[in-house]
């Protein structure tokens, strides 16, 4: 089983409701064999919702930080939303670990799904969302779909 940010599946779950189209290469994996989650959604954050960023991290690190009380995720208007953050990581790993996933793809760019640590990513975004990080931690191999 191969875990899928629920956007990346073209499912309504992005903070500003835009439907993303499934990249080909997605679309052609057996279906039966695809998790798609959203960790906002499953905190219970809704769609639409405010944009938010992880604050007061280590570039890299962010999502580990947050996990450990180091760093916050902020709206822009300054509404702490790191428990929700946290929630839903936990609810997509519980799910993950009970279908036996071994590997994830991510959006990028996200403070939850991100995954890209030596900031390759030319857009931007953090090095490592909240979700990234429990999964890494659990021993989950990510990876990161620019999209
Ligand atoms: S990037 Fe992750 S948190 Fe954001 S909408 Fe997609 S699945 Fe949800």
Redesign the pocket.
């Known amino acids: 089983m191969i875990l ?5 599946w073209g ?1 309504c ?3 500003d409701s835009r439907v ?1 189209a499934v990249p080909t290469w997605l679309a052609q994996l057996p279906h039966a064999d695809i998790l ?6 499953l905190g219970g954050l809704t ?1 639409p919702r405010p944009a938010a960023r992880i604050v007061g991290a280590t570039p890299g690190r962010e999502g580990t930080d947050v996990l450990a009380g180091r760093a916050r995720v902020l709206t822009a208007e300054g509404l702490d939303v790191s428990a929700a953050f946290i929630a ?1 990581a936990q609810a997509v790993l519980a799910r993950a670990l009970a279908a036996g996933v071994r590997r994830a793809y ?9 995954h890209d640590p030596q900031g390759h990513n030319p857009r931007g975004g953090p090095g490592q ?1 909240v ?1 990234t990080a429990l999964l890494l931690a659990q021993g989950i191999e990510v990876m990161e779909v620019r999209a």
């Open positions: 899928v940010s629920a956007c990346l499912l779950t992005r903070y993303l798609a989650l959203c960790p906002e959604v769609v839903g991510l959006k990028d760019r996200s403070p939850s799904c991100a969302g979700l």
